[in-house]
C-alpha cells in the first residue's frame, strides 16, 4: 500500500481559517452534547436522590466494564424540540462493553418528564434496535419511565413504526437468539410493562421499580381500588408472586451487577472474520482535518486528503486512480480492520458510477465492510449526461449499494444532496451506522437551487399565461423562504434531532468511532457472499 502524499500547508491562510471555523463547530458540539447529558432540573434531580436512584450515567458507569470504549448513539435525539429539554429524546443509548462483550444499552432518563416516551423516543428505541438487530448485540435496558408522553400520544401510538413496533421487534429479536436483558429501574407503565414482559431476562429492583399494565391513580379511577406502585407491581410481587421478573435486586448497584452477571453467562459467539493486521495510527494527525474541511461546502478539496488522516499509517491502495477521478476508492485498514473506502471527489459521472459498482462488488466478494465518505452534490446533469446513460449508471451504482451484503459505514463529511445521497449509501440504503459532520448539509437539493427552480417552474407559468417574468422583489420573496428554510433544516443538528443519523462527530475522532462501529458490526455473521445483486441495467 502507498502512503498517501500530502499537499495541505498547514501554515496557509486558507488552513488558519477552516481551522477556526471547524474547531469552533467542535466546541459547540461538545456543549450541545454536554449539556444534553448534564442539563436536569433540580426538582428532578431532587427527587431522583430522594427515591435513592442513582443518575443515568451512574448507572451506566457501574454497567459497563471500567475504561472501556462507549459508541453512544444519537445523544442530541429531539435537539430543539418539543420544549427543548427532552435531552437525548429522553434517554441515554449506545454500545459498550460488559465482561469483554459488546452490547447495545439503552437507558431512559427519569430525570427527563419522568423518563417518558416522545415520539422521538420511539424513534430512537426503534434505531437501538436495528442497530442490535443488524449486528446481533446482545440489549440492555435499564427502565424507568413513565410510559407514552400522554399529551402526544397519537403521534406515539397507532402506526406501523410507533410505539407498538417496539414490542414486535422484542418478540423477533427473541426468536433471532438476540438476547436482551431488563432492569426494572423506575415505572413500566402500561405499554412499557411489555418491555421487562418481552424480555429474555428480567431484573427487577426491591421498591423503586414496578410493572403494571394501569398504574395506580388508573386502578382507582376504574375500580375506586387504592393500591401503591409497589404493592401493585414492585419486585416483591412479581418476583414471588407473579413471575413476571426473574431477579430481585436490592437496589440499583445490585441490579446492575445481576445483569453483568447475566451478560458473562451468555453462550460465547464467535465474530465475523475480515483481514485484519496490527493497528496503525495515521501517520498525519487527525486534527489536521479541521483546517482542510473548507468553509463552504460546495469548495472542492482533494479526499484523499481525508482519508490520509482517518486510515492506519495513511496507506491506502487506491482502485483505478486514474478513472473516474470523481470518486475515489480503495483498500485501507482502520484501527486494525480492513475497509474499501468510497469517498465523493466531486460528482457522479457515469465513470465514477460504473467505477463505484465495480468497487463494491468486490468488497462484497471479499467480505471487507465499506465506508463511504459522502460529500455529494448529486449525479451530474445536463443532454450529453442523459444521452450517455448517466441514470442507468447511476441505477446500478444504487442498486449495489443496496444490496451489498457487508457492513456499511456512511459518514457525511460535507454536503448530501440528491440521488447522491442513495448511491453513496445514505441511511435508507442501511448503513449499520451513519454519521455527520458538523459542517454537513443534507437535502434533496441546495436551498438556493431549490429556490431557483421554483422560480423558473413560476416564470414559465407566467409565460404561458402571456405575463412578463417575476420582478426581482417578488423572486427574492419566493427564494429566500426557501433557502431559510433549508438552511434550518439542512443542517447537521436538524438531522440528528430527527434521528437521520446516528450522532455527529467530531472529524478528529470520527476514526475512533469507525473503530468500534467496524468491531461491533463483526458480531453478526457476513452473510453468504455469492447471494449476488439485483438486475444492473446495461
Ligand atoms: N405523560 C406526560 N407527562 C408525564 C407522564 C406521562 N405519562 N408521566 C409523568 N409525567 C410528567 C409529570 O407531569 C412531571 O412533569 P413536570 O416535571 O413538568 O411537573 C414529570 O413527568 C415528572 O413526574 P413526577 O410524577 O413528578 O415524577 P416521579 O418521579 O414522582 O414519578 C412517574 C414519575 C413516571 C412514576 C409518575 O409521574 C407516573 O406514574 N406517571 C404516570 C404513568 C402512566 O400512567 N403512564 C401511562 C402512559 S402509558
Known amino acids: 500500500m502507498n502512503i498517501i502524499e500530502t499537499s495541505i500547508d498547514t501554515g496557509s491562510a486558507a488552513f488558519k481559517e477552516n481551522r477556526e471555523l471547524m474547531l469552533k463547530l467542535v466546541e459547540d458540539l461538545r456543549s450541545e452534547v454536554r449539556k444534553a447529558r448534564e442539563e436536569r432540573s433540580e426538582k428532578a434531580r431532587r427527587r431522583n436522590a430522594e427515591l435513592g436512584k442513582l443518575p443515568v450515567q451512574k448507572r451506566l458507569d457501574l454497567l459497563l466494564d471500567p475504561n472501556t470504549p462507549w459508541l453512544e448513539i444519537a445523544p442530541l435525539a429531539a435537539r430543539g424540540m418539543y420544549e427543548g429539554d ?15 462483550r459488546e452490547v447495545v444499552v439503552h437507558a431512559n432518563d427519569p430525570m427527563i418528564k419522568g423518563g417518558t416516551v416522545y415520539p422521538m423516543g420511539v424513534k430512537k428505541t426503534l434505531r437501538i434496535q436495528t442497530i442490535a438487530m443488524e449486528n446481533r448485540l446482545p440489549v440492555v435496558m435499564l427502565v424507568d419511565s413513565g410510559g407514552a408522553y400522554l399529551p402526544l400520544q397519537s403521534e406515539i401510538f397507532p402506526d406501523v413504526d410507533d410505539g407498538g413496533r417496539i414490542f414486535y421487534n422484542q418478540a423477533l429479536m427473541s426468536k433471532m437468539n438476540i438476547p436482551q436483558i431488563t432492569a426494572v429501574m423506575g415505572m413500566c407503565t402500561a405499554g412499557g410493562a411489555y418491555i421487562p414482559a418481552m424480555s429474555d431476562h428480567v431484573v427487577h429492583v426491591n421498591k423503586t421499580g414496578a410493572i403494571f399494565l394501569g398504574g395506580p391513580p ?31 435486586a436490592e437496589n440499583d448497584a445490585g441490579a446492575l451487577a445481576i445483569i453483568r452477571d447475566l451478560v458473562s453467562s451468555l453462550p460465547e459467539i464467535r465474530k465475523s472474520e475480515i483481514p485484519r493486521r496490527a493497528p496503525l495510527e495515521p501517520l498525519y494527525d487527525p486534527h489536521e482535518l479541521y483546517g482542510i474541511i473548507p468553509k463552504k461546502v460546495s469548495t472542492p478539496y482533494d479526499v484523499r486528503e481525508v482519508i490520509a488522516r482517518l486510515v492506519d499509517g495513511s496507506e491506502f491502495l487506491e482502485f483505478k486512480a486514474l478513472y473516474g477521478p470523481t470518486l475515489v476508492c480503495g483498500l485501507a485498514y482502520i484501527h486494525g480492520y480492513q475497509v474499501g473506502i468510497l469517498a465523493s471527489n466531486g460528482i457522479l459521472f457515469s465513470n465514477s458510477a460504473l467505477k463505484a459498482t465495480h468497487f463494491i462488488q468486490l468488497c462484497d466478494r471479499q467480505g471487507v465492510p465499506m465506508l463511504f465518505l459522502q460529500n455529494i452534490a448529486g449525479y451530474i446533469i445536463g443532454r450529453e449526461y442523459e444521452r450517455g446513460g448517466i441514470t442507468k449508471d447511476g441505477q446500478k451504482m444504487v442498486s449495489a449499494v443496496a444490496t451489498a451484503t457487508v457492513p456499511k459505514l456512511t459518514v457525511i463529511i460535507g454536503a448530501s444532496f440528491g440521488a447522491g445521497n442513495y448511491g453513496m449509501c445514505g441511511r435508507a440504503y442501511s448503513p449499520r451506522f451513519l454519521w455527520m459532520w458538523p459542517n454537513a448539509r443534507i437535502g434533496v437539493m441546495g436551498g438556493e437551487q431549490a429556490a431557483q427552480v421554483l422560480v423558473s417552474v413560476k416564470n414559465e407559468q407566467l409565460a404561458r399565461e402571456g405575463q412578463p417574468p417575476l420582478a426581482p422583489e417578488a423572486v427574492e420573496m419566493i427564494m429566500q423562504p426557501i433557502i431559510d428554510e433549508a438552511d434550518k433544516m439542512g443542517n447537521a443538528y436538524y438531522s440528528t434531532a430527527n434521528l437521520w443519523d446516528d450522532g455527529i462527530l467530531d472529524p478528529a475522532k470520527t476514526r475512533d468511532a469507525l473503530g468500534l462501529a467496524i468491531s ?18 446495461m
Do not use: W
Not at 410481587?237 to 426473574?246: F, I, L, P, T
Not at 461491533?520 to 441495467?537: M, V
Open 86 to 100: 427532552v435531552h437525548g429524546a429522553g434517554s441515554r443509548a449506545g454500545i459498550g462493553v460488559i465482561h469483554g
Open 218 to 248: 388508573l386502578v382507582k379511577a376504574a375500580t375506586g381500588e387504592e393500591v401503591t406502585a409497589d404493592e401493585l407491581g414492585g419486585a416483591m410481587v412479581h418476583c414471588q408472586e407473579s413471575g413476571v421478573s426473574d431477579y430481585f
Open 520 to 537: 461491533a458490526s463483526l458480531n453478526a455473521p457476513i452473510a453468504e457472499r455469492d447471494r449476488g445483486f439485483g438486475t444492473f441495467r
